[in-house]
């Protein structure tokens, strides 16, 4: 578009030249300059150094996943979580440049129109020392920015994931979940309303991803913990047995590191810093996200200090991450006091939510599936209520569309998986501990021989 614009405007400028027996070329240079302009010194560099910054940020939520999990499964699994986090990641980044990122930006480009992309391959990135005329998109951002900081939504799906099927899945099988859900199932969804198909027509608002990322890794999630079954002695004679964390400084550590990546996470998808308003609204975004997370934690202390006569550490950090996810959906049209509120909302789904999955022996072992897809079913409704232009029916709609397909698709891929593969370790395995059985390395060797 911005290429168009500069040719018009030379065209348009030569002529003029032309006609006042000035000198054409120079005129057609001065105009296409003109044309570029704003873009060289603004928009285009800014937008994506915020993408560039906010993409390390959401990198760094790898590794609070990676610690929330790893305190809050036992010592004998800990190397395996930490494993799987650092595989995960890697294989979405593979996967997702070979073919997620096309099917989730078809530029216009469909096979089927809003429905499936018409661009298959891999991403291409601009070549080495692109001028602003070669840019793929001078008025938007280098694509190698943009690729980085969509990469990490991708990843951040997977590592939802891998928390709620702690402790009895197989290495192996849950990496090749992992493939099919960041190569298809989450770049295919998300291009129905990030990639400008049939859900961002009817007009399904979805700021930084309450259901694009949230709820689909919670529902992948959910169909993975249903078909693998509870862990070995979780439920037990009508009660649920404790089965507590390794390392609780290490699960609040994780939950800090991830409440600091949230600001790229929904900070950067404002996808715009080239002017006074986008800046002031990043900023806007910032203020809503922490304020919503603070919200969410407190709001899990006061429940459980209530109900259990107890402040639960656990809900807390989960509260604070249900506010997060609650605030993703739309964080920058809530004041302070709305923010703060909605992820309050969070908080509390949090605390209900984990003991009523218990009573449907569904067993998530780190809360996954109560922070990212009920929190983020909720922060997707929440929307319209500061939104003025989003609707409760496209909100509505969005949700189930998105829930069905990830449901189907999630529960025909581990059920392939299952039949190919098998999902659950033995459960001599699952007693001793997946770290010795299935790696053969533990993580505090030292402790584990007394």
């Not at 659950?424 to 770290?435: F, K, Y």
Request: aromatic letters at 12%; a negative charge.
């Amino acid at each position: 578009m911005i290429k168009q614009k500069a040719l018009d405007a030379a065209a348009a400028a030569a002529q003029e030249a032309l006609d006042g027996g000035e000198d054409a070329a120079a005129a057609a240079s001065d105009a296409i300059a003109a044309t570029y302009a704003p873009f060289i010194n603004g928009d285009f560099i800014y937008t994506s150094v915020l993408f560039l910054i906010g993409g390390f940020l959401v990198f760094w939520m790898a590794a609070g996943f990676a610690m929330l999990e790893a305190g809050l499964v036992r010592s004998k699994n800990v190397t395996m979580q930490l494993t799987k986090n650092v595989a995960l990641f890697s294989l979405a980044a593979i996967f997702y440049y070979l073919i997620g990122y096309n099917l989730m930006y078809p530029l216009g480009t469909w096979a089927v129109d809003g429905v499936l992309s018409g661009v298959w391959g891999p991403g291409v990135l601009e070549s080495v020392g692109v001028t602003a005329a070669g840019a793929d998109d001078i008025g938007y951002a280098s694509t190698g920015s943009d690729f980085f900081f969509q990469l990490m939504f991708c990843a951040t799906t997977a590592s939802i994931v891998s928390g709620t099927v702690a402790e009895r899945v197989k290495l192996w099988p849950f990496l090749a979940f992992v493939i099919v859900l960041t190569a298809f199932i989450y770049p295919l969804q998300a291009s129905w309303k990030w990639g400008g198909g049939f859900l961002d027509a009817a007009n399904f608002q979805d700021f930084a991803g309450s259901t694009v990322v949230h709820s689909v890794g919670g529902w992948a999630a959910l169909m993975g913990a249903l078909l693998i079954g509870p862990r070995l002695g979780k439920y037990k004679d009508g009660r649920v047995i404790p089965m507590l964390g390794s390392n609780l400084p290490l699960a609040t550590l994780g939950t800090f590191i991830l409440w600091l990546g949230w600001f790229g996470f929904n900070g950067g998808s404002q996808l715009a810093m080239g002017t006074v308003s986008d800046v002031a609204d990043v900023s806007r975004i910032f203020s809503n996200t922490n304020a919503a997370a603070a919200g969410g934690a407190i709001a899990a202390l006061i429940l459980t200090q209530l109900i259990y006569k107890k402040p639960d550490l656990t809900m807390v950090l989960n509260g604070a991450l249900a506010g997060l996810v609650s605030i993703t959906a739309e964080p920058l049209t809530p004041t302070l006091g709305a923010a703060t509120l909605i992820g309050m909302v969070g908080g509390v789904i949090v605390v209900f939510a984990v003991p009523f999955l218990d009573k449907l022996k569904i067993d998530d072992v780190v809360g996954a599936i109560p922070v990212h897809l009920m929190a983020g079913i909720w922060g997707t409704l929440a929307v319209p209520l500061t939104n003025g232009d989003a609707s409760f029916g496209a909100q509505i709609y969005g949700i189930v569309v998105v829930g069905i397909f990830t449901v189907v698709a999630s529960l025909v891929v581990w059920f392939i998986i299952k039949a190919i593969m098998g999902l659950r370790v033995e459960e001599e395995v699952e007693i001793n501990g997946l770290d010795s059985a299935e790696l053969g390395m533990e993580a505090y060797p030292e402790f584990a021989k007394g």
